[in-house]
């Protein structure tokens, strides 16, 4: 019978947050198809999806796991080159959007779950900070591959490069030449098939994933891990595979979000991913709060739109990071507030008056 | 042959040997306890059965199996649970999600329930308080809550890390007592401990540690009336 009664909890906190997405979903949709929104609006959607699916998936890494993340922006970089790459190889072949599209996200998830695996097999051995020390440099390496790497294709077939002195030397046979990766340039001529559409389906998707993973057995592990590593290994969890598990699904995510990214813009450059979009990914779970996933979704979504939304109010636009400052005190200040979390709750208690009787169990995670 | 083989167990911490070569055996049934000071390497010596620690050397062998290669939940499956020292529990899980972690390898539902029953039985306290969170608990009823949620595992042999630390002494009397039940219940227990008398007064046999060597050895009735365990662990 309890059992019973903590899954009613946990799910319920968990079809909140769905509602809430929901709610956003459709509130944008009908605001953009009934013509009311502005370019501006329009044009945030995409990139406010990609943030909230770094945001919801480095707090699996962050809050659930325990570990610190600092080159969440790498394993988007890798999904952002890896699917695009797909998508303009494929682009003849694949008419279809709704095939294509569904592809390049499972092979930029994949390429950036699979490098996820090589960063993570000998560094989550280990105890202390050097996940954070390595995914530091990580994000740097690939950022710098990936300024570097040429691909072009002609009727011979592909010729990889690194480095443009690499690039020049090889012959090409100038009628059927086609530059697919252009080293700094980036690459350009990606379909454009993202929209807030996809990016909302793939939130959907990235939440049922990673909330169901969390109330699961293996997630259980994965925070017992994070509570007590001594106990966890007592009881016999598998440390080192529990973590990799919650580590290679963070990067999965975080390719999808760069592929989302990546078919939003005609051209992607390398430079973007680099240590700052990891920490502003970073900011939005410390400010959502490290472990809750609702938390993330909403703090991406204010802190994506702020910025640009203050933009566009005449006298304020000049204040803009000022305010935009103040407003990262404030969430961090009401977070951590007792006194308003009381409140709060008590505003909550009221509309459970009937229920008080149910047994609530806290589970850590909403 | 013994159920747990000791053999000539060398470990390092960094360029400090602290365990030199010690060697024991721990029968089926019995209680063993390792009694010593303060840094004679009685946790190291556990840490390394139970594979949280890394030998240098020597062999550690459970029913015939090498445990010295073995990853820590691999052992955990082979029945021997861990009581590590100073309690620790999942102090933000309730107390029956704790005990509940502590089958984490089972997958048998109806067994698992009937262990919880019988740890419920053995430690009525907790069954009072099993929706309590477990940080809240004493520090008397949170070494409960580890030895009970060691017994989940439905382990055969238990290897506890100075189950009295810390504890009130009507607790240290009630952690003894628990352990002799579970001797009394079938279950193998391996036993570190500080509480020198108390230890001697309900294990079968004993070793004594010093400066990471075995110094002394024997039925714990004997070692109680030693002359140098007097006077160097007992007081007197």
Wanted: hydrophobic share 50%; proline share 2%; net charge positive.
């Amino acid at each position: 019978m309890k059992t019973l009664n903590t899954m009613n909890k946990t799910s319920k906190n968990n079809f909140i947050t769905y509602g809430i997405v929901l709610a956003i979903f459709i509130f944008c949709a009908v605001y953009i198809e009934t013509d009311m929104a502005t370019f501006l609006f329009k044009g945030l959607m995409v990139p406010i999806c990609v943030n909230v699916i770094l945001a919801v998936s480095l707090n699996l890494t962050v809050g659930i796991l325990g570990e610190l993340s600092l080159g969440h922006a790498g394993f988007m970089c890798v999904g952002a080159f890896a699917g695009s790459f797909f998508s303009m190889m494929t682009q003849e072949t694949l008419t279809s959007v709704w095939i294509r599209f569904p592809l390049a996200f499972i092979i930029g998830g994949l390429s950036a779950a699979f490098i996820g695996l090589l960063v993570g097999i000998p560094v989550l051995r280990l105890r202390g900070d050097y996940l954070a020390i390595v995914t530091l440099a990580f994000c740097e390496i690939i950022k710098n591959i990936m300024n570097n790497l040429y691909i072009a294709k002609d009727i011979n077939g592909l010729h990889f490069a690194i480095g443009v002195g690499a690039y020049n030397e090889i012959e090409f046979d100038a009628a059927s030449k086609q530059v697919l990766i252009n080293g700094a340039m980036g690459i350009t001529g990606t379909p454009n098939d993202s929209n807030y559409f996809w990016g909302f389906a793939l939130i959907f998707i990235t939440l049922i994933v990673i909330l169901n993973l969390v109330n699961s057995r293996t997630g259980r592990a994965i925070m017992s891990i994070r509570d007590n590593r001594i106990a966890a290994e007592s009881v016999g969890i598998n440390i080192t595979k529990h973590k990799l598990i919650a580590f290679v699904i963070s990067a999965f995510f975080a390719g999808v979000a760069g592929v989302l990214y990546s078919h939003n813009l005609s051209s992607v450059i390398a430079t973007k991913f680099d240590y700052n979009y990891s920490i502003l990914v970073l900011v939005f779970v410390v400010l959502g709060g490290i472990g809750s996933m609702r938390g993330s979704v909403i703090a991406a979504i204010i802190l994506t739109a702020l910025p640009e939304f203050l933009r566009d109010i005449g006298n304020l636009s000049d204040y803009r990071m000022l305010i935009y400052a103040i407003l990262l005190i404030a969430m961090m200040l009401i977070n951590n507030n007792d006194y308003l979390h009381q409140m709060t709750q008590g505003v909550l208690g009221k509309f459970r008056l009937g229920k008080k009787s149910k047994k609530n169990e806290q589970e850590g995670v909403s | 042959m013994a159920m747990l083989e000791v053999r000539d167990l060398e470990v390092n911490y960094g360029a400090i040997n602290a365990i030199k070569k010690i060697s024991f055996d721990v029968n089926e049934g019995e209680v063993i306890a390792l009694i010593g000071a303060n840094g004679a390497g009685k946790t190291t010596t556990l840490h390394t059965i139970t594979g949280l620690l890394k030998a240098k050397g020597g062999s550690v062998k459970f029913e015939g199996k090498e445990l010295l290669k073995t990853p820590p939940h691999k052992i955990v499956e082979m029945g021997m649970a861990h009581v590590p020292e100073g309690r620790r529990i999942f102090q933000q899980l309730s107390v029956y999600k704790n005990l509940t972690m502590g089958a984490f390898i089972r997958k048998d539902k109806a067994g698992i329930e009937e262990t919880l029953a019988k740890v419920y039985e053995k430690f009525p306290r907790l069954e009072e308080r099993k929706k309590q969170i477990a940080g809240t608990l004493s520090g008397g009823e949170q070494q409960m809550l580890a030895m009970g949620r060691a017994l989940m595992s439905n382990p055969k042999i238990v290897v506890m890390d100075e189950p009295s630390m810390g504890l009130s002494p009507l607790f240290v009397g009630e952690v003894f007592k628990i352990i002799e039940e579970i001797k009394a219940s079938g279950t193998t227990v391996l036993l570190v401990e500080q509480n020198a008398k108390k230890a001697l007064e309900i294990a079968d046999r004993a070793y004594v540690l010093e400066t990471g060597k075995i110094v002394l050895s024997g039925d714990a009735k004997d070692l109680m009336n030693d002359d140098s365990v007097k006077k160097a662990y007992l007081g007197e």
